[in-house]
């Protein structure tokens, strides 16, 4: 390939000794015209190497624009520039030489270079050793960024050359690491790769692993029975383990000419098919052959008479498979490097295990807030109160919406995010009393029936998002302080979206407690919910209370919904999607107890997760083995995990 | 006593209904879900179908006579969508249907459809795997959306591990099994595909993000394809611009995401992402530029454009041709006159009917770009549509052809044809 | 059913033969074998809205008589449907596949058949294996043993669960809500091996049977209407005698009924169980109808709507029951339909589409306020008015 290239570039080069005049980057261009423009990652490599090979001062800033989707080509000619856009649709176009203006077009009169991702990922490789030792910052980077990606030995060398003069101590320390990942997998001696796996032996990186994964790849290798292969020999395999099943080594011996085919059941009817003879196969009429049996000792006559292949017997499999033994040998040839390689691996991993528990943990404790956020103002209108609220979930979706209603108003992310959670609250608190007001009180002796009337509040509020916000989900989005992630390691990493939530959910139980252990409200609460009579007889108004009681529960779910909008979506069915998992929490968790909710939360996150652990490739099983299990855990504890006990308990 | 009045007023509509089937005007019935779950996508073909009606009326017709659009609602339900169905070509006693949205709700029509011989036109991509007599598919089949995009992977983007991401339902579950049988063809090992299904609405992705990014441990790049398929997307993406993947890192192409998906995204971190369809509003040609303007005119600035839009397009457009050829509305002289036809493509290009009941269209790759569109990067030739997929061992024997076989499920082995009803 | 029964309760005959003279009225109209005024499309739904019924009449019992407000019936419905949509589906497939293999060269083998209806019924989830609980699927009668079995012995365990550990009240609902979400979830994966979110489809086309749709339609609504017939008399029954008077006592008083030496537990589970296998009948009727049965049909939501029909018709009186079915879904299914005409205020249109929903949430709320008896409260005032000026 190379070559090629260099006798079109020495072509090109004395058409320009003749004509007399120095190479221009459009000559370069136009020199690989085709290939640019078909613009495939499968054929591009040539043109980008003429381009860096043709040694032009400019090339690093053509490169980097034709990478960054800048570089237009005029259809009339074919030549090619960059440009700037003007405010009338039409583009300046510019040389690449001096950066001369050359003219305006139409931008129907342009086609734009648009490299794909892979195409611009061998550019940026091209560009590594232009980068890696350039004084801006970014460029250096995204250099790394380019080696990381896509590694080669050809890049060893730029990337030793750049370490000494390294002034930025993070770069410094992400090219060493580099460094090291590249000398295991390329370098020539193998002593300096042995060195540099036993250097980061153990350590949690992906790319670490990445590189030594590959080292250890192996193939699988049969061999007569008495006579080894040559190689590195990673392991002898004996057909019907656990790595090599019966067929697959057969069909390894049979892939290598070493055994003949077994007939499959579709090639052998093929035969008889093939051989019918007036109605009859092999002597059988063709209308007998409808068992599986008849067909076999058709096939078998027909071998008989030499018309058809003999079947492969499983004695006969078991006979080939004795007559050799199986190994997998390594790739890579040398025994010392994929030794330390094992024990650098071995290390990593169990490591790993542990990270990918933590990170598990992780993820489950953040579902646990979730649902405990979720779950939390139902606990204050179901578990204190004792009032089903069905629409629960539309207060949730209610908070959500009011985000983003104020997110259209208050552009500023942060800022719109700190209107939005109390005017979340106050939203849903007016909401919360309102429903109490006009429905939930007239109810209270009739706890069924409150449950089917907020049920009909849940249907209307619903449609009522729909017909107000349309069905498509609406955007609510974090602040860029939230993106992102808090990473500890490859391994172990958390969203700070849902490090917020967990500290909102710590919040509100702080809040919760405080309000109920500590204020007056909450004395109140718990007088009129343990006895409302004797409490109206101490000059409690319990319909005050429990208008406040009910507010402060809707309140809370309103915060919720803004904190699920903004790490999931803001849908009319959003609150449904919560509902029936929050009254389990409430339910499993154990009425009237915020500890207790705290603990159905937990219970059901863990659970949960413990399931998507065990069957990562079906998260619906996940979710159908947690009800089950809410069932069945509901049997043995009708009151949940944290029971009420005494008089408060009764029905 | 109400039950009553609700019994007279069906009556009277069923009454009513025969005595108006006289030639003009032409009925169309449309048949998407205007409430429930369904109704954020299928709305918009409704009105797609009653801009491309009106349209035609301002151009004159077909055949001299005004079309008149018949709007059910069958509300995301899909045993709703049979009675419906039925209601249409019963009741209201309409020329051709244009609806469905999701597989189940076309499985749920098609035996109505093929008892009463009516005349469906399907505008979204599916799992192929399915030929009906009376039902034309002017969305992708797999072969023109989901196997042109891995090639995109494998060829341009050097993918050599793939994570199968998808919402549980039957066209994630039927496309990853076509790729799954491809990739092996390429010589992907099984170790290589990671598949994962979630339930509609998912919103909990960190575990799975987290599985996919641990997939890059032995060294290979990884790829995802994704057909998780509405709100699920917004938490994936959300999740997997959090994390901090890049499309340098791993890319992911999705079958399902289109502009008005991105609608309800902040797209600034997932810039380079990229999606495999038939259509993007980015396309940059006199007939797209125009259709956008008819529709915004209609519709409001802020509207986008999609896919599925441009299959009833082209679908529209196709059958009012094939009724003008055939000189009248009946569904088999109809059907005989759509073999064959061409009509532009918005994309550029044409568009052919073929004798499978499906078209053959360009294949596009876009990359999300900051504002929510796609920056289309790559653009095939026509690709005939496939039914049955030939990468499927049961499948790849099998052919469809409407035309000289008459059959939609015709096997080349044996030289019979399997049934000429659908499977449902 | 002595004369007594009969004479004690004139609802009952009443609602027979109106329900009688309904039956064979839609008949006469129908396109199947009469003058067509009513389209097949409206005998399906009339004939589906009679399993909704009958489904309404097991859930007053439940609820209406005996107080426990179950939240998972449409669990038992659906069961009840997939258990017949199986063997029509296999069987159907199972023609379709014999006649195409018959035209082989080679006579097709058990197992090729087998296999080929595999593939047929399980291609388009991707899969071509029968799983196990198909074992039965090609004997009609066993499959429909399993229309009651399956529901019944599902409310036993359950049942027996709920009712052992003295789950009682919302709680009780709750669990049950948590049941059909549970089987809703499970029938959802490909796993469960009953095709996953694509359910059963095409069951309206029943195996061997040439006769146009518009016939079909009609046996079904013949089927319905007695199934609904012998339901109502059946559940009368049980109410009217000393049954009932417990299990309304339970309602009304458990502690009490538990003291006077009743087993409420027993009487709960029976009655829990056999409204499952009411629920089963209703489901295997319905969905031959519908054409097509999936997971989404056993949603909680759908549950719901059923304890809304029930207490918009009025609880604890059977007529009312299905009254209130009847009447909202034809209503729901006459403003969701687009036949509503929209209302121009001017400045906003209101389109029923939209609104219907909100109308219905609304509605419910005021009716649970305000009329607690529903529709049938109206009987009562009817009743009073009547007897007030007799006097």
Redesign the interface.
Known sequence: MKNLLFAVLALLMMSHVVSAQPLTVQDVLQSQRELIEKSSRRTIGPAIDALVDSGLPQMQTVLELWQAKEIWQRKADGLFFTATKNDDGSYTLRDFEDGAEVGTAPSTDLKQLKPNSGVRAMIATALVQFQLSDPDVTKRRDALDSIARDPGPDLLAPLRAAIPDEADPDILARKTRLERLMTMAYDNDAEARVAAINDMSGDLGVDFRATLNPILSTKLVAAPAGAPPDGNIAAELSPGGDALSYSGAYALLVAEDLVPVQISADARDAALEANIEGGRVGGFPVAQLNTEAARDQAYGVLVDQGLAAPMVTPKDVEASLAAYRFFQVYDEPSAEVTEAAEAALAASEGRVAVGQAVDLGLDALSLMSIYFLAAIGLAVTFGVMGVINMAHGEFIMMGAYTGYVVQLFVPNHTASILIAVPVAFAVTFAAGVALERLVVRWLYHRPLETLLATFGVSIALQQLAKNIFGTQARPLTAPAWLDGAWVINDVVAISYIRIAIFILALLFLALFLFIMKRTRLGLETRAVTQNPRMAASMGINPDRVNMLTFGLGSGIAGIAGVAIGLFAKVTSEMGSDYIVQSFMTVVVGGVGNIWGTLAGAAMIGGFQKGVEWLNPSNTLAAQTYMIIFIIIFIQFRPRGIIALKGRAAGD | MKTTSALVTALTISVAAPAMAADCPIKVGVLHSLSGTMAISETTLKDTMLTLIDQQNADGGVLGCQLEAVVVDPASDWPLFAEKARELLTVHEVDVIFGNWTSVSRKSVLPVIEELNGLLFYPVQYEGEESSKNVFYTGAAPNQQAIPATDYFLEELGIEKFALLGTDYVYPRTTNNILEAYLQSKDIPDSDIFVNYTPFGHSDWSKIVADVVALGADGKKVGVISTINGDANIGFYKELSAAGISADDIPVVAFSVGEEELSGLDTSNLVGHLAAWNYFQSADTPANTEWIAAWKERMGEERVTNDPMEAHYIGFNMWVNAVEAAETTDVDAVRTAMYGQEFPNLTGGTAVMLPNHHLAKPVLIGEITAEGQFDIISQTEEVPGDAWTDYLPESAKLTSDWKDLDCGMYNTETKTCVQTLSNY | MNRSFIARNPSVLIFLSLLAFFTLGVTV?SEGFGVG??????V??LGKTLCLCLIAIAMDLIWGYTGI?SLGHFAFFGLGGYMIGMWLMYERTRQ?VE??LS?????????EVQAAIG??IF????S?EFPLIWAVADSLVLQLALVILVPGVLALV?GW??F????????L???T???T??LS??L????SGL?????L??L??LPGVTAP?SVVSLWFFWASALALGLGYLLVAWVVSGKFGSVIRGIRDNEARVRFLGYSVETYKLAVFTLTACISGIAGALY?PQ?????P??VA??AS?YL??WV?IGGRGRLYGAV?GT??VS??SS?F????APDVPLGFYTIRW???W??L??????LI??YA?RGIGGLFDLVGRIRKETGE
């Open positions: 109209l005024l009513v389209s097949t499309s409206f399906k739904t407000l379709i006649g195409a035209e082989g060269v080679l006579p097709p083998t058990p197992e593939n047929q291609g388009v989830v991707g071509s359950f669960l709920a052992r550990s003295r789950v009682t009240g919302v709680y609902s709750i669990l809500q948590a049941m979400l549970g979830l499970y959802f994966q490909n796993a095709r996953g979110n694509n359910g489809s095409g309206q086309n749709q969905y519908a054409g097509i049965i999936n989404a049909e909680p939501i719901i304890a809304v207490a009254i009847a009447f034809l209503v006459w969701t339909g687009g036949q589409v939209d609104w929903l909100v219905l949430g609304l509605s419910f709320v649970t306020l607690p």
